[in-house]
């Protein structure tokens, strides 16, 4: 049987990097013989980290897993695919609202660029955690020291520090 290497990318704004990312990202080392996590853009999203900081914190975090490495990418996933010549992309499911969205995406990328998808289901205690609740619930406050990283908490916690809240001129007089 010959070996076929497979390269695999993971993308995402991964704005900030939650816990089932990583978890997603440690199957995804099971699975592929090279893994990239490919931090892109999602121009309907209001960014916390820039780029270049998740990329620097994602780095940090797989550190020790060998066969992952971190990039990011300004053009459609697909194309940035075909430029490291991945074979696979990588995608997390953590409920049924994900199924349909994610199930759309890949059919419409292998319609267009021939890349197949795989799917892998989150860990269950990872499964309600997406990147913009953990946006919204440490903006408001939030405790979110059990959705992310250590490292990503502590990150949240110097960039709220510096973050001033919109007045959004809908406060109600006590």
Wanted: glycine share 6%.
């Amino acid at each position: 049987m010959e070996y076929n290497p497979i390269t695999a990318i993971f993308p995402g704004s991964f704005d900030p990097l939650t816990n089932g990312h990583l978890d997603v990202i440690a199957r995804g080392t099971k699975l592929f013989s090279h893994l990239i996590v490919a931090v892109g853009q999602n121009p309907d999203k209001d960014e916390l980290f820039t780029k270049a900081e998740r990329v620097a914190m994602i780095c940090e975090l797989v550190a020790d897993m060998p066969r992952v490495s971190v990039e990011s990418y300004d053009c459609l996933t697909v194309k940035f695919a075909a430029q490291k010549q991945a074979n696979v992309m990588l995608r997390g499911l953590r409920n049924l609202t994900d199924v349909e969205y994610e199930f759309q995406l890949a059919m419409t990328n292998r319609t267009v660029a021939g890349i197949e998808t795989v799917f892998v289901m989150t860990s269950e205690e990872y499964g309600y955690v997406n990147s913009t609740m953990v946006r919204q619930l440490a903006l408001l406050g939030g405790d979110v020291s059990k959705l992310v990283p250590p490292l990503v908490f502590s990150h949240l916690q110097d960039k709220l520090r510096k973050h001033k809240p919109r007045n959004n001129n809908n406060d109600v007089p006590e």
